[in-house]
C-alpha cells in the first residue's frame, strides 16, 4: 500500500555532503528488522519478521527477502552523488533540463522555484526532480514503496498498479489495450454460420467445441488443436464484465506505457538522477516456468510448444514466438536424425567405395530441401495459431510504442537518405574485407591452419559486425522497437550467415579455379604433390609401382582439363587471362585428389577441396555450439560473483545481525550484467535468433558434407534450448513484455535460406559427387538446370499443398468479428437525462385523437 509520506513531499535520497544528507534522504519503509532472521542466525527460517516470505534461488544458497508484490516497474536511484564535489556543482538551465525530463510543468511549487533560475546546485537539482517523480507518480494513482539497497547506496522505487482499481482501467480505455473476452461473455451469442463452417462441419473436420458447435451453445471457440481461442478487442469500462481480469503481464505494460508518458526514464539515466529502471520479476511465476521447461528431467525430453503459452504469460509474445520457434526446429530435428541413422545403417552395408556415400549423399541433400520447405510451411500455421490465440494481429501497427530514439524531424529527409546509403556502403566494404581475409588464408596457409584460421575469421568477423550493426541500426532512425529489431535481424543476419557460408562457397566452388598448369599432366601433378623434394601421392595410390601413371586418377574431368578441349570451359575463360603461352598447357584444378578407393569404375578419389570442407564445417558447427552454451553460462558466472561480492560489502560494514538481500535487488544485479539488449550478456531477440538461424542454415545448406551432424545437432539442440530457457528465467533480467505478431523479418530469412540450400546442394552434388563430378561443363549447367527446377517445383507443390493458414483459424477468425461487432452493438448507450423527451407528448396509437387535429392544441 502507499505509504503516508508519499503524499508529504518528504525529502528522497542521500546526498554526498554531510549537510545536504538529511534533505535528500529517501525515507526508508524496511526496518533493519525486517532485513534479518527473527528466528535463526543459520538462515533456516521460512519468513522475515515483517511476514515477508522467504525466497530460495538455485543460483545462490543465500535466502532473500521475497519483496515482488505491488512491483510492476522499479527505479533505482543512487542514494549519493559521487562526491561532495560533485554534489556542490551547479546545474546550468535547471529549468530546461527538467522539462528534458518532464515535459510540462504541471504548476507544481517545487518545479516552479527552477524556473527563470540560471544555475542551481546539484544536490538541490537532485532534491526537486526526484521529489517531483515521487508526485507525479503519485498523482496518477500509482502503489508506491521505497527500500534501500542492502549495503545502503542505492534506493529501490517501487511502481505498481492496482489490478482491481479503477485507474487501470482507465488507462486502458485510454491507451486502447486490446484485452480477451472471458467465456461467459459468449453465452448470449448465437451467429450464423458461414459456409466455410458449414462444410467444415459436414466434412467432420471441425473439432467438437470448434466454432460451429460454439455458435450452437454460445462457447467459446476451440481451435483443431483444442485450444481456447478468445475475441481480443480495445478495452472497454462499459463491458469490463465480459473482459478477463488484468493479468500481471497486462498491469507492467500499463504501468510502463503511463510512466513513460509522464517522464522520460532515457533522460533521468542520462542526467544522473537515477541508474536503471527494471520491470520486477515473480518469483512464483519463476518457479513455475523452471519446474516445466528448465528443470534437470527436462533436459532428456522434447521441448514442448505448448510451453510457449506459458512463456508468453510472464516474458511477453516476443520471447515466446523465439521459444516456440526454437522447440518446433528440435522437435522437427527429431525425423532427420533419425534418417540419418538409417543412412547410416545402409552405408555400413554397401561396398566401401566412394560412390555409394556419394549416391547417400543425394538422397540425404534432397531430404534436407524437402524438410526444410515442410518445416517453414509447418511453422507459419504453428504461428498463425499461437497469434491468434495470443491476440496479436496488426500490434506493429496498432498496439507499438514509439522509440524514444525516435525523430520525426528526421523523416524523409536528405540526412536521413545518406544516413541510410553509409550503411549500404560499410556493409559491402565489411564483405569485401572479409572476402580478402578468406582469400588470404586459402592461397598461403597450410591445411591445418587453414581450418584454425577460417572458424577465427568467422567469429572475430562476427563479433566486429555485431559492435557496427548496432550503430549502423541507429542512423536509420526507426519508429518502434519492432521496426529496430527487423532492421537490426537483417544486418547481423546477412552478414553473419555470409561470413558463416563463404567460406565453404569459396573452398566448395572457387578453390577448384587456383590452377597448376604444364606442358604434360605428370608435369603438373608433380608441381601439385611435390613439396621440398618430397612427394605425397594420394592415399591408395601406388606411387612405387612401374606402370605408375598419374592419369589413373586425375585424367577424370574433375580434375584436370586440356586447355584447347573446348571453348565453353570454364577454365578456358580463366585461361584467356593468362598469356599465350599457358593456353596449350594442362592444368590441375585447385580440388585434387587426396584419398582414392578401388572401384568397378576405376579410382574413386575425395579431393582436398571435400577434405577441407568436411573438416571446416565440423569445427566451425563444433565451436558454434560451444559458444552458444559457454555465452549462456558467463552471465551465470557473472551475477553469482557480483552478488556474492555485494553481500560480504554489506556484512563486513555491519556488526549487527545478519542481514539479508531481497529479491528486486537480486534481479537489479542482474540487470546491471544480464540486460535482455544488443550486446548484453543477457541475450537479446536478434541475437537469440541469429545463433538459431546460422545452425539452420549450415544444416541445409551444407548437411550434406557429414549427414550424421544432424544427430548432433538434434542432441544440442535439446540441450541449449534448456539452458537457454534457465538464463531467461534466472539470469537475463526480465524483459519487458513486448509484443509481437510472429517471428518477424526472421521468417523470410528462413525462406530464404531454404531457397538458397536447393542452389546449393545442387552445386555441391555437380562438384564433388559421382558421377555428376566429372561431366562435361556444358553438361553440368543442363543438370544444375534440371534439378534446380525439379526441387523448385517440389517446394512450389510443398507450398500449394501446405496452406500457411489453418483452416480452423480462418473460420475462428470470421467468428470472433461476428462476436465483437454483436458485443459492440449490444453495448447500452448511456443518453444523459438532458437529451431524453418525454414519450407522453408522443402519440402514434390506433385510438382516436383526444382534440381536432386542425387545432392548436392538437399540434
Known amino acids: 500500500p502507499p505509504r503516508p509520506w508519499m503524499a508529504t513531499g518528504r525529502d528522497l ?361 515442410w518445416f517453414n510451411r509447418r511453422f507459419r500455421r504453428t504461428s498463425a495459431r499461437s497469434q491468434q490465440r495470443w491476440g496479436m494481429k496488426d500490434w506493429d501497427t496498432t498496439s507499438a510504442l514509439p522509440l524514444a530514439s525516435h525523430d520525426p524531424a528526421l523523416d524523409r529527409t536528405r540526412r536521413l537518405h545518406a544516413q541510410r546509403f553509409l550503411v549500404v556502403l560499410v556493409f559491402n566494404g565489411f564483405c569485401l574485407l572479409f572476402i580478402a581475409g578468406i582469400v588470404y588464408s586459402e592461397e598461403m596457409l597450410s591445411p591445418r591452419k587453414k581450418a584454425i584460421v577460417t572458424v577465427g575469421l568467422v567469429k572475430v568477423g562476427s563479433f566486429l559486425w555485431s559492435q557496427i550493426a548496432g550503430y549502423l541500426v541507429g542512423l536509420q532512425n526507426h519508429r518502434t522497437m519492432g521496426e529496430q529489431n527487423d532492421a537490426l535481424a537483417w544486418l547481423l543476419c546477412t552478414v553473419k550467415m555470409f561470413c558463416a557460408l563463404f567460406p565453404f562457397i569459396y573452398q566448395a566452388f572457387f578453390l577448384r579455379l ?79 585428389p587426396t584419398t582414392c578407393l578401388e572401384s568397378p569404375n576405376g579410382l574413386d578419389c575425395t579431393t582436398n577441396c571435400w577434405d577441407q570442407l568436411k573438416y571446416n564445417f565440423k569445427w566451425l558447427y563444433v565451436s558454434h555450439v560451444a559458444l552458444t552454451v559457454v555465452f549462456l553460462m558467463v552471465p551465470r558466472i557473472l551475477t553469482f560473483v557480483a552478488w556474492h561480492m555485494e553481500n560480504r560489502k554489506a556484512s563486513e560494514a555491519t556488526t549487527s545481525r545478519r542481514k539479508y538481500s531481497s529479491f528486486l535487488q537480486w534481479q537489479a544485479k542482474h540487470h546491471r550484467y544480464a540486460e535482455y539488449a544488443y550486446l548484453s550478456w543477457g541475450g537479446s531477440p536478434p541475437e537469440d535468433f541469429l545463433e538459431l538461424a546460422i545452425s539452420f542454415t549450415l544444416l541445409t545448406c551444407f548437411g550434406m558434407l557429414y549427414p550424421m551432424l544432424s544427430i548432433f545437432a538434434f542432441i544440442c539442440h535439446v540441450v541449449e534450448y534448456r539452458l537457454m530457457a534457465q538464463r531467461m528465467i534466472f539470469i537475463t533480467c526480465r524483459p519487458v513484455a513486448w509484443g509481437a505478431e510472429g517471428i518477424g523479418v526472421w521468417q523470410q530469412v528462413f525462406d530464404t535460406v531454404s531457397t538458397l540450400a536447393v542452389l546449393i546442394n545442387v552445386a555441391l552434388a555437380l562438384c564433388f559427387l559421382d558421377p555428376l563430378r566429372h561431366l562435361h561443363f556444358l553438361e553440368k549447367v543442363f543438370v544444375f538446370v534440371a534439378l534446380e527446377h525439379a526441387l523448385m517445383g517440389l517446394k512450389i507443390i510443398a507450398l500449394l499443398v501446405i496452406d500457411p493458414i489453418p483452416e480452423d483459424v480462418r473460420a475462428i477468425e470470421i467468428f470472433n468479428v461476428q462476436f465483437c461487432a454483436w458485443v459492440k452493438a449490444s453495448a447500452r448507450l448511456m443518453v444523459p437525462d438532458k437529451e431524453k423527451q418525454s414519450p407522453a407528448m408522443i402519440d402514434i396509437g390506433l385510438g382516436p385523437l383526444d382534440s381536432d387535429p386542425g387545432s392548436d392544441s392538437g399540434l
Open 13 to 373: 535520497f542521500l546526498s554526498d555532503s554531510e549537510r545536504m544528507t538529511e534533505r535528500l534522504r529517501l525515507p526508508v519503509t524496511s526496518t533493519t528488522e525486517e532485513w534479518t532472521s527473527n528466528d535463526e542466525e543459520d538462515g533456516t527460517f521460512s519468513h522475515f519478521s515483517d511476514g515477508s516470505p522467504v525466497a530460495r534461488l538455485a543460483i545462490t544458497s543465500e535466502p532473500i527477502r521475497l519483496d515482488d508484490m505491488n512491483a510492476d516497474v522499479v527505479m533505482v536511484f543512487p542514494r549519493q552523488l559521487d562526491s561532495d564535489d560533485v554534489a556542490s556543482q551547479t546545474v546550468e538551465n535547471p529549468y530546461d533540463k527538467a522539462m528534458d525530463i518532464f515535459t510540462t510543468a504541471q504548476g507544481n511549487d517545487l518545479f516552479d522555484v527552477m524556473y527563470g533560475c540560471k544555475e542551481i546546485l546539484q544536490a538541490e537539482y537532485h532534491d526537486v526532480v526526484r521529489k517531483e517523480i515521487v508526485r507525479r507518480l503519485a498523482d496518477s494513482g500509482f502503489l508506491l514503496d521505497s527500500f534501500p539497497s542492502i549495503d545502503r547506496d542505492e534506493a529501490f522505487l517501487k511502481v505498481a498498479l492496482d489490478r482491481n482499481g479503477e485507474v487501470i482501467r482507465l488507462l486502458a480505455e485510454k491507451y486502447e489495450y486490446r484485452m480477451p473476452f472471458r467465456a461467459s461473455a459468449y453465452r448470449n451469442f448465437k451467429p450464423a454460420e458461414s459456409e466455410q463452417l458449414i462444410q467444415r462441419k459436414k466434412s467432420g473436420k471441425v473439432h467438437k467445441d470448434s466454432p460451429s458447435n460454439g455458435s450452437e451453445g454460445g462457447k467459446i471457440p476451440v481451435d483443431d488443436h483444442g485450444n481456447k481461442v478468445p475475441a481480443y478487442a480495445p478495452y472497454c469500462r462499459a463491458n469490463a464484465d465480459k473482459h478477463e481480469e488484468f493479468k500481471d503481464i497486462d498491469a507492467q505494460r500499463i504501468a510502463l506505457r503511463r510512466v513513460k508518458e509522464l517522464m522520460d526514464l532515457a533522460e533521468l539515466s542520462e542526467q544522473g538522477i537515477m541508474l536503471f529502471w527494471f520491470v520486477a520479476a515473480r518469483y512464483e511465476q519463476m518457479q513455475a516456468l523452471d519446474s516445466k521447461i528448465a528443470g534437470v528431467a527436462s533436459y532428456i525430453t522434447l521441448p514442448r510448444l505448448r510451453d510457449a503459452d506459458d512463456i508468453r504469460e510472464y516474458f511477453g509474445e516476443q520471447v515466446a514466438f523465439a521459444f516456440l520457434w526454437s522447440a518446433f526446429f528440435t522437435r522437427m530435428l527429431a525425423p532427420l536424425a533419425g534418417i540419418c541413422v538409417i543412412i547410416r545403417i545402409i552405408r555400413s552395408f554397401l561396398a566401401p567405395h566412394h560412390g555409394a556415400g556419394d549416391i547417400i549423399r543425394l538422397i540425404y541433400a534432397a531430404v534436407v530441401i524437402l524438410w526444410a520447405q
Open 514 to 592: 587456383s590452377l597448376t598448369c604444364a606442358d604434360d599432366l605428370e608435369t603438373a601433378a608433380r608441381q601439385v604433390y611435390c613439396k621440398d623434394g618430397e612427394c605425397i601421392w594420394p592415399l591408395g595410390v601406388d606411387a612405387t609401382a612401374t606402370d605408375f601413371d598419374p592419369t589413373s586418377f586425375l585424367g577424370k574431368g574433375a580434375f584436370s582439363w586440356n586447355v584447347t578441349d573446348s571453348d565453353w570451359s570454364p577454365i578456358n575463360f580463366w585461361n584467356r587471362l593468362e598469356s599465350e603461352e599457358t593456353k596449350q598447357q594442362v592444368c590441375i584444378s585447385g580440388c585434387y
